[in-house]
């Protein structure tokens, strides 16, 4: 898959009001068995969405392709299938006020953006997104900055991740950067 280049967005955003949530309930262990990273979109939240009132299951947010979650989003094991599944399912933005580290490294070499904001920021984005699910939000990562109605906020991204998601590069990209120093390599090794 190629890694698409973000510059910004502007769309619905589901309200996921929950800390915590581990990669095992973003993608459960069971769907873990594929060889290609795509497909997983159709078991996002697969245990979750077993809750009638889950909001994955309001069609409301049908089409989103921005997250709002609580605190240490993506906690839990480090399978890279959690941003997969995310990615598949159309999801370009999470914003939290936390992330798990290895999560949120995973999340960028998909190319998701993953934007932490203060913890009454993301509530009032919640509230806006639960109360309003038509309201739309625009993360502009040119500018680092959210756009809600007549609010905006900014937020810090690592400037090697924010470049990465602008250009759209994978770690494939970033290795070919030097492709003429690693065949000069392989030739001196193979002499």
């Not at 639960?130 to 625009?138: G, K, L, V």
């Not at 030097?178 to 090794?189: F, K, N, P, T, V």
Request: proline content about 3%.
């Amino acid at each position: 898959m190629v890694m698409e280049a973000f510059r910004a967005l502007t769309s619905k955003a589901i309200p996921l009001d929950r800390s915590d949530v581990d990669t095992d309930q973003i993608i459960p262990a069971q769907y873990m068995k594929r060889v290609e990273r795509t497909g997983y979109g159709q078991f996002l939240f697969d245990s979750l969405r077993r809750e009638p009132d889950f909001v994955l299951n309001d069609e409301r947010y049908e089409g989103a392709r921005i997250l709002v979650a609580g605190r240490n989003f993506g906690c839990g094991s480090s399978r890279e299938h959690a941003p997969w599944a995310l990615e598949d399912y159309g999801i370009r933005v999470i914003i939290a006020p936390s992330f798990a580290d290895i999560f949120r490294n995973n999340c960028v070499n998909v190319g998701i953006v993953t934007v932490v904001l203060d913890e009454a920021v993301v509530s009032e984005l919640l509230s806006r997104s639960t109360q309003n699910p038509e309201s739309e939000i625009t993360v502009d990562l040119e500018t680092c900055e959210i756009r809600a109605g007549d609010d905006r906020w900014t937020f810090d991204l690592d400037e090697f991740h924010r470049e990465r998601l602008l250009k759209g590069q994978d770690q494939i990209d970033l290795t070919l950067r030097y492709e003429d120093r690693i065949a000069a390599y392989e030739s001196r090794r193979a002499r």
